[in-house]
């Protein structure tokens, strides 16, 4: 029987023989498989980012508006957890499969629904496959890829955004406007058939060369706990939702279940920012909370603020998707090794700048293109650090934890995304801009300007907190 650290060397010297790069005739098709996958996730994401004003208004449910992003990273919760398991134990081909059809079932739900409520349940659909799917992406890189080609193949990951950042949200405005924002989601389904085809027979192979090692059964503990901390998130975005005293309920046992499942299933020392590999978790979830809380409200801004067209509102956040490309590939260029914990400090830094810049739109006097303009920096920031905290994890992870801390890693993305998600929700309904923008579609009044201003200034201290956070990856000696 062969340990996992024999596997791993074999797989080392193996992957090494040659020098083929990720294009190469060794790893062609894993690559381009891999990058598949990633393409229907992005153009997921960018065009339910267009498509998504629309939708809240037409079902009625722009209060619930936040909800729609942060239910999907809620459900996430649990997946990440259930797929770092299961690829640990048998390998992450069945994971990924499974988590393609669930993901392209929820998009279905989520097309053909008549309510907001019903949609937010399609977006939860929806995070359930992206959980299981991104976490056995990172296994399969992990395992299948030499470490002096990971650096490479994340910039791939990133890469793979451009094509969905150019074309998402022109596709998607223009689907919405002229054939109905459920198209949007309705459409994507067809798009699965790609990555099955190109990704199986590549994957199964590589697998076969490299086996996982034994396991046994499914940590059923650490599942519960991913449930448990799914559902007090669940509970913690309804209390926020309903801003009153029959809240507080919600709130607390949402607390009780959330907390101590984040504390067991994170690495000890996460929340206090522990050196080395705590803090990189813990800064996952810092860069992807602060980007997308911000992103996800940037087109309803436009809109409201600017009277843009969704294809326009939607076109604002291409820049980012493209820069964050660029971003990803500076981190992979020769002799960028040594000043990783540093990218990953200018990345927070570019990121905070980026989100403060956005925010300038609010003023009459800026241009309408300021914040199309700012969201390059950020993405550059964000395509710094977050291949650069992907790249350290892998190092400091054996091959036996990889799933455990890859699914960590996407645990703390999702777990930011869920709670500075719904944060930027409250305070945007507290202070009056869900109401004001129902009232009258254009959200022109305090109350909304109020409220992106706000999202937008703790979003910035959020970027900053984690450019200070940054000095603690490296460990000490």
């Known amino acids: 029987m062969t340990t996992a650290a024999e596997t791993s060397k074999i797989s080392s010297t193996s992957a090494d023989h040659g020098g083929d790069g990720v294009l190469g005739a060794r790893y062609r098709a894993l690559t381009l498989g891999i990058i598949s996958v990633v393409l229907l996730l992005a153009f997921e994401a960018t065009a339910v980012n267009t498509a998504m004003p629309v939708a809240a208004r037409q079902l009625h449910g722009l209060g619930l508006y936040a909800f729609a992003f942060s239910g999907y990273f809620t459900s996430t919760l649990f997946a990440m957890v259930l797929s770092g398991e299961w690829c640990d134990r048998r390998g992450p081909v069945l994971p990924l499969f499974a988590g393609i059809g669930i993901f392209a079932g929820g998009l279905v739900v989520a097309g053909t629904a008549s309510g907001m ?7 939860a659909i929806q995070g359930l496959g992206g959980g299981l799917v991104i976490v056995a992406l990172y296994v399969v890189v992990g395992r299948a890829f030499p470490e002096r080609l990971r650096p490479a193949v994340f910039a791939a990951f990133s890469a793979a955004w451009v094509l969905p950042s150019i074309v998402g949200p022109l596709v998607s405005g223009l689907v919405t406007q002229h054939l109905g924002w459920r198209w949007v989601f309705l459409a994507v389904p067809v798009l699965v058939v790609l990555p099955l085809a190109v990704m199986g027979p590549a994957l199964r192979r590589a697998e076969h060369e490299q086996p996982p090692a034994p396991g046994g059964a499914l940590n059923r503990g650490r599942i519960g706990l991913a449930a448990m901390a799914a559902l007090g998130a669940g509970l913690l975005q309804y209390a926020g939702e309903r801003l009153d005293l029959l809240g507080l309920l919600p709130a607390v046992a949402g607390g009780a279940l959330l907390v101590p499942a984040v504390l067991r299933l994170l690495p000890g020392g996460t929340l206090r920012a522990a050196r080395g590999l705590p803090t990189l978790i813990l800064l996952r979830g810092v860069a992807a909370g602060a980007f997308f809380a911000t ?14 067209s969704p294809t326009l509102a939607g076109l604002t956040l291409t820049s980012g998707g493209l820069s964050w490309a660029f971003g990803s590939w500076l981190q992979g260029r020769p002799g960028a090794e040594r000043y990783r914990e540093r990218l990953i400090r200018l990345g927070f830094l570019l990121t905070a700048v980026a989100i403060a810049g956005a925010a300038l739109v609010l003023l009459p006097a800026a241009p309408t293109w300021t914040a199309a303009l700012a969201w390059v920096f950020g993405g550059v ?3 710094l650090a977050i291949a650069s905290i992907s790249v350290l994890m892998m190092k400091l ?14 645990m703390s993305d999702a777990l930011g995304n869920v709670l500075l998600v719904g944060l930027a929700g409250v305070l945007f309904s507290a202070l009056g801009g869900g109401a004001v923008a129902a009232a009258d579609g254009s959200g022109a009044g305090a109350g909304a300007r109020g409220g992106f201003a706000v999202i937008f200034l703790v979003m910035t201290a959020v970027a900053l907190l984690g450019a200070v956070l940054a000095a603690r990856v490296k460990e000490r000696g």
């Open 397 to 410: 992870s054996p091959p036996e934890a990889a799933g455990a801390n890859s699914a960590s890693l996407q």
């Open 381 to 383: 920031g964000m395509g």
């Open 117 to 123: 409520w019903i949609f937010v349940g399609g977006r």
């Open 295 to 308: 992103e996800a409200f940037i087109p309803l801004m436009m809109v409201t603020q600017r009277h843009l």
